[in-house]
């Protein structure tokens, strides 16, 4: 479980068969690991639908519980800046 946990926190919101693909942890495992995360309320999660080149792909798209990703380096926006 702590692998799909550092994964998350490296790589931020993945699909569950991303996840068991990167970790090599097998898919059914992998949504085993991340109910019991879930559960524990280490881990969001949510059922997702997505279309690609018109086939249906369902899975479970998994973030960090209260996690907020480091800023990414670079100019900030103008909004940002008024704000200052």
Known sequence: MNE???YLKTRGEHLDSEIAKATG???????VYLSEL???G??????????????KIEGIKCRISGYIPPA????????QLKLS
């Open 25 to 31: 942890i097998p898919l059914s495992k992998t949504r």
């Open 42 to 55: 280490q881990v969001m999660s949510c059922l997702s639908i997505r279309f690609e080149k018109g086939k």
């Open 72 to 79: 990414t380096p670079g100019r900030k926006s103008k909004a």
């Open 4 to 6: 799909i946990l550092q």
């Open 38 to 40: 879930t559960a524990k």
